[in-house]
T-cell receptor, first 116, second 113 residues
Framework: AQSVTQLGSHVSVSEGALVLLRCNYS??????LFWYVQYPNQGLQLLLK??????LVKGINGFEAEFNKSQTSFHLRKPSVHISDTAEYFC??????????????FGTGTLLAVQP | DTEVTQTPKHLVMGMTNKKSLKCEQH?????MYWYKQKAKKPPELMFV???????INESVPSRFSPECPNSSLLNLHLHALQPEDSALYLC????????????FGSGTRLTVV
């Protein structure tokens, strides 16, 4: 069964700093990988995704992530964060063969707090 | 239209009440999902509908009853809930098998009193 591990439940950085949020997956074959952001009292918004092809993927709001098959990782980073990036970030995986058993499974989440 | 719309946004219900949550999408997605999210926790999958048929029930108590009347609508019927069922209920949709991502609604904040 696939699973997702996010290291660090809470990350605090200063505005303008580089931030790296870690995600590792466990799956027998490379799954589809996603990063979602959740602002307080809101639903989830897709930041970026990896399915196939180029391992560095760029998303919205200046975020990017790199798929590393050998390390089974999909870490999220942003070179210079803004206070408005303060939110909960979830890494998620789904099986590429999908179909009727399609599931999106979430990691435990990382709360990013950007300080002025 | 690239949204998933959930109504109501907030709901307070007693333990003997019957209520329903509604979810609607017009993106032509053929898979729809219900997730439950407790505070400071990730969303937990409850149900998956694929082509309007229930394909996954994650051992959810029968006091939660999903319904998919057509390819654009997903309902969650609630009856005899417990206070511990208070949570944010999120609806999502996707193409199958979901390589384009899953689009989430803004959720219904449910409080059971």
């Amino acid at each position: 069964a696939q699973s997702v591990t996010q290291l660090g439940s809470h990350v605090s950085v200063s505005e303008g700093a580089l931030v790296l949020l870690r995600c590792n997956y466990s799956s027998s074959v490379p799954p589809y990988l996603f990063w979602y952001v959740q602002y307080p009292n809101q639903g989830l918004q897709l930041l970026l995704k990896y399915t196939t092809g180029a391992t560095l993927v760029k998303g919205i709001n200046g975020f990017e992530a790199e798929f590393n098959k050998s390390q089974t990782s999909f870490h999220l980073r942003k070179p210079s964060v803004h206070i408005s990036d303060t939110a909960e970030y979830f890494c998620a995986v789904s099986e590429p063969w999908g179909g009727a058993t399609n599931k999106l499974i979430f990691g435990t989440g990382t709360l990013l707090a950007v300080q002025p | 239209d690239t949204e998933v719309t959930q109504t109501p946004k907030h709901l307070v219900m007693g333990m003997t009440n019957k209520k329903s949550l509604k979810c609607e999408q017009h993106m032509g997605h053929r898979a729809m999902y219900w997730y439950k999210q407790k505070a400071k926790k990730p969303p937990e999958l409850m149900f998956v509908y694929s082509y309007e048929k229930l394909s996954i029930n994650e051992s959810v108590p029968s006091r939660f009853s999903p319904e998919c009347p057509n390819s654009s609508l997903l309902n969650l019927h609630l009856h005899a809930l417990q206070p511990e069922d208070s949570a944010l209920y999120l609806c999502a949709s996707s193409q199958t098998p979901g390589a384009d991502g899953y689009t989430f609604g803004s959720g219904t904040r449910l409080t059971v009193v």
